[in-house]
């Protein structure tokens, strides 16, 4: 029996443990995981990198590597020092902005240009000026890590989003103002009414457009809504690729509302996916039994799309709105296994 070829779509916190979830089901099902990643970040190391050396903000691509990275003890280090942030500069005895090393003391910035960058990202950024393809440097960064699995960006260009956002300013609470730039979005205290891409529509990556045609599964979520999943939509050739698959699809919903969905429901949700590619037709969408709540307008939401809503306890036991990468590949397996 071949190998079931899954596709996940995101960026972040999201789609690492989407992945994490799929690794644990890997075995048990023989999986062949890819992960789509959105490139549109531009805040914080990614958004530093962009802009002093352009090409791809490489953060969320690192953090799907990371999710994706092999058992094996070397790969294991690799990924903790892929993870590893430094710090801002203190030597002992040196004062503010002083370093002390080989050559003698010497003046350097505060934080000396690495304080919040992490080594995964700067690994990402160096390989892809070196081999001059993302793609081509992903796989290396990817064997690096043992990487049980693939990870490709949805364009091989960063991207820009904008949103149209309603109450951005408290003192005009019915004045729509555009938003600009991912990390501005994702923090927004309005009420986003639409999205678009800076450009409007991105050559997307051919690779990923070939592991979409490939696939038996695609799965959406969890993760940002507005700057993590539904930007995947708004490119036109993956939009096309993601219809025009004859895979199934799954859409896994969010634990608890994040300041740029502050106001929508999960039945909202999964409205939006309708809203911004109305040919989605969804197969399953999976929701935490008691992030879910009522199931009715839930239910009738996933119906809309062709879709069966499925409960499971997926969320971590501490209360926080953090998936399980253990309990999510739980539920996974079931849905996942009964359609080979």
């Known amino acids: 029996m071949t190998a079931t070829r899954v596709v996940a779509f995101g960026g972040g916190h999201g789609l690492s443990a989407s992945l994490r979830a799929l690794r644990r089901c890997a075995p048990e099902l023989d999986l062949d995981i890819t992960a789509v990643v959105t490139v549109g970040d531009d805040g914080g190391s990614s958004g530093r990198l962009r802009a ?60 000396d240009g690495l304080a919040g960058h992490a080594v995964g990202n700067l690994v990402l950024c160096g390989l892809m000026e070196l081999l001059g393809d993302p793609v081509a440097a992903l796989e290396h960064a990817g064997a690096m890590l043992g990487a049980v699995g693939r990870v490709l960006p949805m364009s091989c260009e960063p991207v820009g989003i904008e949103a149209r956002v309603r109450g951005v300013d408290p003192a005009r609470p ?111 969408v999976l929701g935490d039994s008691k992030a879910v709540g009522d199931p009715e307008p839930v239910g009738r939401a996933a119906e809309s799309l062709g879709a069966r809503l499925v409960l499971a306890p997926v969320a971590v036991t501490d209360g926080t709105p953090r998936h399980d990468p253990a309990a999510l590949g739980a539920a996974l397996v079931p849905v996942l296994g009964a359609a080979r």
């Open 52 to 111: 002093e050396r352009g090409g791809l903000p490489p953060g969320d691509l690192r953090q799907a590597l990371v999710a994706l990275a092999g058992d094996h003890p070397s790969t294991r280090r690799s990924a903790g020092l892929f993870q590893h942030r430094f710090a801002e500069v203190s030597a002992a005895g040196a004062g503010p902005g002083t370093r002390t090393g080989a050559a003698g003391r010497h003046t350097v910035p505060q934080g």
């Open 174 to 284: 019915d004045d729509v103002d555009t938003v600009t730039g991912q990390h501005q979005v994702a923090v927004t205290t309005g009420r986003v009414e639409s999205l678009r891409l800076n450009p409007e529509a991105p050559e997307a990556c051919p690779q990923a457009l070939d592991a979409i045609g490939a696939a038996d599964w695609l799965i959406f979520g969890p993760g940002s809504w507005y700057t993590s999943v539904l930007p995947h939509l708004l490119v036109p050739e993956l939009a096309a690729a993601i219809v025009g698959s004859p895979a199934r699809r799954l859409v896994t919903l969010n634990l608890a509302a994040e300041k740029e969905t502050f106001g929508l429901s999960l039945a909202d949700h999964l409205a939006e996916l309708r809203w911004y590619l109305p040919e989605l037709k969804v197969d399953y």
